[in-house]
């Protein structure tokens, strides 16, 4: 067995009993109009934070050839831990699928937290690739560039050059630097 799939296997192990208890749609309807419904709604307040947040983000999202928003990614652990959300991608402001996005870490942490995921596909080649994979895996697939915001609250735009960006904002604001290399994200049939 290869050393990180025995480690991603032990982390997922480890995160479940953290994880099993979140959901990220109201009510964890299992009717899929109320699910996708849910997921919107949460989209947009997700994208409504963002543009408070970030001076210039708007412009970008407008810009942007798909947007795949996961408006609450639970994370969870004791050293090893895991996250999981629900998501859409929009094209031409439009909702055209649902995902679900895994995340695996290794290192010191303890607790839970939430954060919204916002990746920005940038060209249509990289909206292309990631419609065409059956599981896309940040790091492996593609290159993230996560967006900062400067000391005037302006979006760097030197990093919103790359084909793929993303913003991730946690209850106290956007954060620098997250890692999101290996998450993975599959489109859910709902």
């Known amino acids: 067995m290869k050393k990180r799939t025995f480690l991603l296997a032990g982390a997922s192990a480890a995160a479940a ?23 919107d709604s949460d989209t ?9 947040q970030a001076a210039g983000s708007r412009e970008l999202v407008s810009r942007a050839r798909g947007v795949l928003v996961f408006p609450s990614l639970i994370s969870a652990g004791f ?5 999981t959300g629900e998501g859409t991608l929009r094209e031409g402001g439009r909702s055209t699928g649902y995902y679900r996005m895994t995340t695996v870490s290794v290192g010191w942490l303890a607790g839970a937290r939430s954060a919204a995921v916002i990746y920005l596909f940038n060209t249509a080649d990289a909206l292309q690739k990631f419609k065409a994979s059956s599981g896309w895996q940040v790091g492996a697939d593609a290159s993230v560039a996560v967006l900062n915001v400067g000391a005037t609250a302006r979006v760097d735009t030197e990093s919103a050059q790359q084909p793929i960006t993303a913003f991730v904002l946690t209850n106290v604001g956007l954060m620098a630097s997250a890692a999101l290399d290996g998450s993975r994200i599959t489109k859910l049939d709902i």
């Open 79 to 83: 050293i090893v831990g895991g996250g």
């Open 44 to 52: 947009d307040r997700a994208l409504g934070d963002l543009y408070r």
């Open 17 to 39: 009993p953290w994880l099993a208890g979140c959901t990220t749609t109201a009510g964890g309807s299992s009717d899929p109009a109320a699910r996708r419904k849910a997921i």
